[in-house]
Nanobody, 117 residues
């Protein structure tokens, strides 16, 4: 089973930028789409952005214009470029891969992003 490993989380000030990476242990094309979710304690996972195998992207309204998701299939990597960070972006960010309805989603271990005002 292809595993996903996130990195790049950090503590930054409001208005700062971070770039999260999600590296697959095998071919990233195993997944029809790869998404970034975030979660704060006591709340459900929130979809932040997703990118399909052919490159189509989707964003949560709260991050449109500030975050950009991209992928490099040759490097088996998906990135989340986060600009104009706000305190409300503070969360643990998870990379998740979708294969099919018959297979459970794959999840990474998460990376913490903390934005201070």
């Amino acid at each position: 089973q292809v595993q996903l490993v996130e990195s790049g989380g950090d503590s930054v000030q409001s208005g700062g930028s971070l770039r999260l990476s999600c590296v697959a242990s095998g071919s990233i094309l195993t997944f029809k789409d790869v998404s970034w979710y975030r979660q704060v304690p006591g709340k459900e996972h929130e979809l932040v952005a997703s990118i399909r195998d052919r490159g189509t992207t989707k964003y949560a309204n709260s991050v449109k214009g500030r975050f950009t998701i991209s992928r490099d299939n040759a490097q088996n990597t998906v990135w989340l470029q986060m600009n104009g960070l706000k305190p409300e972006d503070t969360a643990k960010y998870y990379c998740s891969g979708f294969t099919s309805l018959l297979v459970a989603r794959s999840w990474g271990q998460g990376t913490q992003v903390t934005v201070s005002s």
